[in-house]
């Protein structure tokens, strides 16, 4: 019998095991492949369709996004509002997103009423026909959110920090415009859609508790649709970025507080520095207990909340410090993070900070296993950034056996002040 008048003896989270539950993968008999985790104990899953059509492929601004976002508003047989209403009916939920290298068609349902689901995702990627007066109500809303979004500081130093980063002719650094929303014809978005979603290359993820004829279900949609019969088309763009490295911009003259950003060009997931330096971001500004956090915000006062991360980009990442401040504190703000960055660079890490450091990743990524949508988001990252089978298992592995003289040889490497792009919107 457990004696109750003992206090459980405290495991660190770096002790556990960690697995990530094996996807299973199946193939249409068009090739196009299905990766599934079937497990939980509602009667719910999610169906994620991922074309290669992100703005990495755009022939010209925002065509990626306004095609993806207008999937859902009409086809050769139904209207916007009946498309909503299926949808509606079911109980289920329905999303688009674009992203820089791929572009996604989301569902949200009960298992249950999949059979009556797919029939209508298969007639939206295949028969969607753009209506000209759907794209004019998409045209001005997006103008408006974007007139309204332009007095934000954060929203254009979100928009400029890329630009410096890559150029605007890069798909990472590009942003909207009213003169590009003006520019958008419903031709484009038909011959986009035509190229890219009807004889595009897709890869679809199903997480839930699924039905024991899945794959069934699948082959009878889409198997037969022309998809995946050439390979991803390659796209290059050269990366321009600025000249200078920190900018002042004033957007508003009479706000009290600016939006902070200093970021640098980082490798992607492949480079072999990748996983120890989310743990040296995690020490600097990655979590609410980080050195950032401690020090600009909970000591000096200057801001609410302060945080540095990786970008998640299949080419190419970034390495971001974000925040927003009051205007006559920026400059001190800016040159507390260079003063934390120095101290990472020149004193070790003790072992109590690192040992909390890995027990919080390791934490979060316990959590990252919580149920079947989540794993199969991790496998989906896996699998669109072709990381390999054994890519989780080796990043904790290095999350656990990663020593002080690793953050700080790191922190040399890459948190050098003169790397980083610096801006103030104010």
Not at 339 to 351: A, C, F, I, S, T
Request: hydrophobic share 35%.
């Amino acid at each position: 019998m457990v004696n109750r008048k003992l206090a459980p003896q405290i495991k660190d989270a770096i002790d556990y095991t960690l697995e990530l539950k094996p996807c299973q993968k199946f193939l249409l008999d068009n090739n196009v492949p299905v990766y599934t985790i079937n497990a939980g104990a509602e009667d719910v899953l999610q169906l994620e369709l991922v074309f290669h059509a992100g703005t990495w492929y755009e022939p010209v601004n925002l065509l990626a996004a306004s095609t993806n976002h207008l999937l859902k508003n009409g086809t050769t047989s139904s209207s916007a509002f009946a498309i909503n209403e299926h949808f509606e009916y079911y109980g289920s939920y329905l999303n688009r997103n674009c992203y820089s290298e791929t572009a996604t068609v989301n569902l949200h349902s009960l298992t249950r009423h999949l059979n009556e689901l797919l029939p209508m995702i298969r007639e939206i990627i295949t028969t969607s026909v753009f209506p000209q007066d759907e794209l004019d109500i998409y045209r001005q809303n997006m103008k408006q959110k974007l007139e309204v979004n332009l007095s934000k500081c954060d929203f254009i130093a979100n928009r400029l920090i890329d630009e410096y980063l890559y150029g605007f002719d890069h798909p990472y650094g590009r942003y909207s415009s009213e003169a590009a929303y003006n520019a958008l014809h419903r031709e484009q978005l038909e011959s986009y859609f035509r190229d890219y979603y009807i004889n595009g290359h897709c890869v679809i993820f199903v997480g839930g508790k699924l039905p024991a004829d899945i794959i069934t279900q699948l082959n009878k949609n889409f198997g037969d649709l022309p998809l995946n019969r050439n390979a991803v088309p390659e796209a290059e763009h050269k990366i321009i970025p600025a000249v200078n490295h920190k900018y002042r911009i004033s957007n508003d003259s009479k706000g009290v507080q600016g939006a902070i950003r200093i970021a640098s060009d980082f490798p992607n997931r492949h480079h072999p520095d990748f996983t120890k330096a989310q743990v040296l971001n995690t020490i600097f500004g990655g979590y609410f207990g980080s050195r950032l956090s401690g020090n600009i915000r909970e000591d000096k006062g200057y801001t609410y909340g302060i945080y540095s991360y990786l970008q998640n980009h299949v080419q190419r990442s970034a390495w971001m410090i974000s925040t927003e401040a009051g205007t006559e504190v920026c400059e001190a703000t800016i040159t507390e993070v260079y003063r934390e960055m120095e101290r990472l660079r020149n004193e070790p890490v003790g072992d109590d900070e690192l040992l909390l450091v890995k027990n919080y990743l390791i934490g979060t990524l316990l959590g990252d296993l919580d149920g079947p949508f989540h794993i199969i988001g991790r496998w989906k990252s896996i699998l669109l950034n072709e990381l390999g089978d054994d890519y989780f298992d080796k990043s904790v592995a290095t999350i656990k056996s990663i020593t002080s003289e690793d953050i700080q040889s790191l922190a040399n490497k890459y948190l050098q002040p003169e790397k980083f792009y610096e801006l103030v919107v104010v």
